[in-house]
């Protein structure tokens, strides 16, 4: 029988984590403690200045049937390390509502995971609740400012700051507040969105250190008075109180693979409505006490890759060295037309269809000057046939395909691809640039991201979203780059257009400001801020067994 993720992380012996954070070479005194298994690191004993290898891992578009980059991102590590070469991991952290909503986690899979699994999948340090709170304390600050008389004439038409919750909630995606009364202040229609969709979680995903984050908290836009100038955070006086809500928050965290990788996991946007990035400070210290440092970025290259390339390693100044692209035979096929109950059938053509899908994404990071490798993440059901095929697809592209059992074997499954990724890597080769230049219309970048990556044949706003993006140029905002909001499932924003579709138009329905974080949103087809639970979530599975341990948790 098959064991469950859970349960083969639990039979794993980990080690204290200060072990881990000796190899890493953090200093005792820097490491503090949550329980035995995590720890935080003390942000001003940790080095700044990167010296190793920054190897992305990235990945087709997602499908039902699985792709498994945070397992292949852990897998490689695990094969780094065990080669001798000194490896660190980057990775987000979960949230809890897809935790509840859809089977899945944010902590790989099989004998490739970081651990204590169920710990970072439910809480983990509390960071989430960290943001959640500093969000929701200038919601309440901005109701409080107008409430007592509004000295900074908002517009209550045209409070742009939402409140957030880090659960899976549609009822709350459109709400009246303030109902009851007039001591409950003034009724206004608002909302929630989901935790990682705050402006928040970016800003202190992209802050280089605590002093950056009080400075970006406080460029928030949160409102926009009656002739339309713009109000924020630190007009308030809020960005203080919510640094100090994050204090704990900005140190990165530490834990462990099931082969005693160390694994920094720290902040966690989606990468269809955010950047979809682990935090810059985390990445920067992992490169600074490490050789080679493999991150992930959320859903696909068209989305995580993007963003990663274009607003991360922009603002922080980072350059990849190389980039895997993970692919699998079953998710190729649902590319190709297949049904996922049918996935289990070889089915060469549909492989050879889908595989279009595959190819594109790697035209696309290759576009940024990055090299890269391709991971076939393998499963039992996969035949010769299907696998010659995706590994024929790359070569086609001038890159080499391997086949990887890092679920069932943990690092010794990875160590074709480590070897591959480290060779790149050492080579140099690599000529990283970001695909548009921030001098830039807002509008242009919003199109060059949709032609070049996409391959839409235009884009198309309203006359008053284009109109927005020229009073932000106006206002000194033209220079910020762009995160696109689509579905992940598509390189168009129809989620049922699968494979490699040209020649479509990608229309962008709204555009929102995030000063703090430093790029501007374009909100693309259906995409909900806030995530709603499945007919039958993963909630109805998970309890605790008569120990007290959770079960049901993956």
């Not at 200060?18 to 298994?37: N, T």
């Not at 065990?82 to 952290?93: D, I, P, V, Y």
């Not at 009724?187 to 970016?202: H, K, L, N, Y």
């Not at 492989?351 to 576009?367: D, M, S």
């Amino acid at each position: 029988m098959q064991m469950s993720d859970i349960a083969i992380a639990r039979a794993a012996q980990l080690q204290p984590i200060g072990s881990i954070a000796d190899r890493l070479g953090v200093a005792a005194d820097a490491v503090e403690p949550y329980g035995r298994f995590k720890a935080k690191l003390d942000l001003n004993a940790l080095p700044r200045e990167p010296r190793g290898k920054l190897i992305l891992v990235t990945a087709i578009n997602p499908t039902p049937a699985g792709e498994g980059k945070t397992t292949t991102s852990v897998g490689l590590a695990d094969a780094l390390n065990r080669s001798g070469r000194k490896t660190a991991l980057c990775l987000r952290e979960p949230s809890l509502g897809p935790c509840f909503g859809m089977k899945g986690g944010a902590t790989g899979g099989g004998h490739a995971q970081v651990a204590p699994m169920d710990d970072i999948n439910l809480h983990f340090t509390d960071d989430f609740h960290a943001i959640t709170s500093a969000h929701n304390l200038l919601a309440a600050m901005i109701d409080n400012h107008i409430y007592w008389g509004n000295a900074l004439g908002i517009d209550v038409r045209r409070v742009v700051w939402r409140r957030v919750m880090d659960m899976n909630d549609r009822a709350l995606r459109q709400i009246v507040q303030s109902l009851g009364g007039a001591g409950n202040g003034y009724p206004r229609e608002s909302g929630f969105d989901i935790t990682v969709a705050s402006e928040v979680m970016a800003i202190l995903c992209l802050a280089s250190d605590a002093d950056d984050m009080r400075q970006r908290l406080g460029r928030i836009i949160v409102a926009y008075t009656r002739d339309q100038q713009p109000v924020t955070a630190h007009d308030l006086k809020a960005d203080g109180a919510m640094a100090a809500l994050l204090a704990e928050a900005i140190k990165p965290n530490l834990v462990q693979s099931l082969e005693g990788t160390p694994a920094l996991l720290h902040g966690g946007p989606f990468a269809n409505i955010a950047h979809g990035c682990n935090s810059v400070i985390a990445t920067r210290a992992a490169l600074a006490l490490s050789d080679y440092v493999v991150t992930e970025a959320g859903f696909g290259a068209d989305l995580g890759a993007e963003k990663f390339m274009n607003i991360k390693c922009r603002q922080a100044r980072l350059a990849p060295d190389a980039a895997v692209i993970v692919a699998t035979v079953r998710a190729l096929k649902m590319n190709g037309g297949v049904a996922k109950a049918d996935l289990a059938q070889e089915n060469v053509a549909a492989v050879r269809a889908g595989a279009a899908n595959l190819v594109r994404h790697i035209e696309n990071v290759h576009a940024f000057g990055v090299p890269l490798v391709v991971a076939i993440n393998h499963f039992g059901t996969d035949s010769d046939a299907e696998i010659e095929v995706i590994r024929d697809a790359a070569a086609a592209q001038g890159v080499n395909a391997f086949l990887c059992r890092h679920w069932a074997e943990g690092g010794a499954g990875a160590a074709e691809l480590a070897e591959a990724v480290a060779d790149l890597a050492d080579k140099g080769a690599a000529q990283f640039a970001p695909l548009y230049q921030s001098h830039l219309p807002l509008l242009e970048k919003i199109r060059t991201v949709a032609t070049r990556i996409y391959r839409a044949q235009d884009v198309v706003a309203e006359p008053s979203v284009v109109a927005q993006l020229k009073r932000w140029e106006t206002a000194g905002f033209g220079d910020l780059p762009v995160c696109i909001a689509k579905t992940a499932y598509s390189f168009s924003a129809d989620p049922h257009l699968l494979g490699a579709p040209t020649g479509h138009v990608l229309p962008v329905r709204e555009v929102r400001l995030a000063a703090g974080a430093g790029f501007v949103v374009a909100i693309c087809g259906e995409i909900m801020t806030m995530p709603g639970l499945p007919r039958h979530p993963a909630a109805e599975h998970i309890h605790l067994d008569a120990d007290g341990r959770v079960e049901g948790l993956f």
